[in-house]
């Protein structure tokens, strides 16, 4: 049991027969009354984001997750393989076991993945991915006065925002919690 003042964003929770994740979280201490804290959870199994209000103080139930580190090798028909980093066992995962992070995964790539009792419930990405630019439209003379961006398919088909002067063939540095450029390799 945790405190909900202690909450982070990306911790999991036990609440409601449920496994939550939290996407955003606010302690908030009005003028007058007790404080609380205002959350938005993530439901791990279906998705559906809910907002909660709890008092501050209040304990939440911490779910205990097993984290593995695994090497993402192929995709095979639906399911992605993956291989122990320790016992060189592979393993299947879905789509939807992998969540977001799908668009940044590419072939070799370590990758932590969380199960709770016994059921692998998502993958933990590096928080940077370094991928090529596969599609970008060129650059016009001009443009950068204003520090403006263009969109940029990457290797893996994400699209991300970038500035003019990136072109196809460049390597970029991409956070995949924000889906933002960071900056060229």
């Not at 908030?28 to 609380?36: I, M, R, T």
């Not at 791990?44 to 580190?69: S, W, Y």
């Not at 590419?106 to 928080?127: C, T």
Request: charged share 30%; with cysteine; aromatic share 8%.
């Amino acid at each position: 049991m945790i405190s909900v003042n202690d909450l982070k964003t990306g911790l999991t929770l036990e609440l409601d027969n449920g496994l939550w994740s939290v996407i955003e979280f606010l302690h908030v201490k009005p003028g007058k009354g007790a404080a609380f804290v205002k959350t938005k959870l993530k439901k791990i199994e279906t998705g559906q984001v809910v907002e909660r209000t709890f008092r501050a103080g209040e304990k939440v139930a911490k779910a205990q997750l097993d984290k593995k580190e695994m090497q993402y090798l192929y995709k095979e028909g639906n399911d992605y393989v993956m291989m122990d980093t320790e016992s060189f066992e592979q393993l299947n995962i879905t789509e939807e076991q992998i969540g977001d992070g799908i668009k940044y995964l590419k072939e070799n790539m370590n990758v932590s993945v969380m199960s709770h009792d016994g059921r692998i419930i998502g993958v933990d990405l590096p928080f940077q991915v370094e991928l090529e630019v596969t599609d970008t439209p060129p650059s016009e003379k001009g443009n950068t006065a204003q520090g403006g961006t263009k969109r940029a398919t990457l290797e893996t088909g994400a699209v991300v925002n970038v500035p003019f002067f990136i072109s196809n063939g460049d390597k970029i540095r991409v956070d995949t919690r924000t889906n933002e450029y960071l900056d060229r390799c």
